[in-house]
């Protein structure tokens, strides 16, 4: 009965996780979707000209803010795939042990 507590805590505390995961994906799928447009720079294409100067058929601004967005989004995914993973270490622990 013990073990019961535990294992709902981290049923619940994982799929706590598990959504805010499944956001920050739709978010970033969101992101990369919208820097394919025709008038953004994309995720990684140049924002300037071979003379130095910002290309006038991208609007640079809103390309450098949703990339640095995703750049942000990119970082806490990885962290939040370690939270994960050590929720889920700990859950099949609990359950072996249990």
């Known amino acids: 009965r013990m073990a019961e507590q535990p294992t709902a805590t981290l049923r619940r505390e994982l799929a706590e996780l598990d959504d805010r995961r499944k956001a920050m994906e739709a978010e970033m799928e969101g992101i990369s979707e919208a820097l394919r447009a025709s008038n953004m720079g994309g995720v990684a294409g140049a924002l300037v000209d071979r ?15 949703l990339r640095h967005r995703l750049a942000c989004l ?3 995914h990885k962290a939040l795939m370690q939270q994960l993973e050590a929720k889920l270490h700990a859950m099949h622990a609990a359950l072996a042990a249990g």
């Open 51 to 65: 003379d130095g100067f910002p290309r006038a058929d991208v609007d640079v601004h809103a390309t450098r803010t």
């Open 74 to 76: 990119n970082t806490d």
